[in-house]
């Protein structure tokens, strides 16, 4: 089987693969409370698992997990680092100029954490100004609302957050059942306080576990189904727009 991994490459190997590649593909994670019932490291995970699956099927390489992300929501819970925007920020950046001097092709910030999103199109922004990069690409949790509706008992949260709720749990009862305990997973669904998209609030004042939804609901089956749509569409996307 072809390796996709460029940490398992030795530097003559990984060379020629991030020159060759259709795109190198920067996997961001966190450590970050996933409620009573899974690893802080889920999104470290869910990004590993999906980063590889799309270079497989894109003909991609795959540098390691970045394991911390911008967590600003969750800070408060035991286990949870946030970086700063700015250190996010400038660490993405920094990969992404070492690459661009090894004759990457494309580079993908892939996001396997909601809160790392908006960061990555920031980073990609900020290197298309000062460095003219117009190869930085950003991709991570697409058709949430579409898909949670067709395959969960359980809506959003406050119509967007899936946080270690049904869909999440789900998606890691397929990757790494290991990491999940059921007989801990709880339904937790707060009321949503008054202004929490108008001012910063933190999960910590106004819920417990740190879920948003049920993840007692969550069965292998839904996560596996999940992930074969979201990787169709990432494959669909990368093969379309990156060349
Ligand atoms: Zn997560």
Redesign the pocket.
């Known amino acids: 089987m072809k390796e996709h991994l460029i940490a398992n490459m030795t530097w003559p190997e990984a060379e020629q693969s991030i020159k060759e590649a259709r795109a190198v593909i920067l996997p961001l994670g ?1 450590t ?1 409370q ?1 409620g009573y019932h899974m690893a802080v490291g ?2 470290t995970v ?1 990004s590993d698992y999906v980063c590889l699956e799309l270079a497989a099927r894109t003909n991609c390489v795959v540098l390691p997990t970045l394991p911390y992300g911008q967590v600003w929501s969750a800070k408060g819970f035991p286990a949870t680092i946030s970086l700063h925007q700015s250190t996010f920020i400038q660490i993405v950046k920094d990969i992404v100029v070492s690459l661009e001097q090894q004759g990457a092709r494309n580079i993908i910030l892939f996001s ?3 809160g790392n999103m908006q960061p990555s199109r920031d980073a990609a922004r900020e290197l298309m100004d000062e460095y003219g990069y117009r190869n930085v690409w950003y991709l991570g949790y697409m058709n949430v609302e579409k898909y949670n509706a067709a395959l969960m008992q359980t809506q959003l949260w406050n119509k967007k957050t899936f ?2 709720a049904e869909l ?1 749990t789900s998606i890691m009862l397929h990757i790494s059942p290991e990491k999940v305990r059921m007989e801990k997973a709880v339904r937790e669904e707060p009321e949503v306080p008054a202004g929490l998209d108008l001012r910063p609030i933190h999960w910590k004042e106004f819920s417990q576990s740190g879920l948003f939804g049920n993840a007692a609901l969550a069965t292998e089956e839904k996560g596996k189904q999940y992930l074969e749509w979201w990787l169709n569409d990432l494959t669909q996307i990368v093969t379309q727009n990156i060349g």
Request: glycine fraction near 8%.
């Open positions: 966190s970050e996933h889920t999104d869910v396997g954490h909601y946080h270690a999440e």
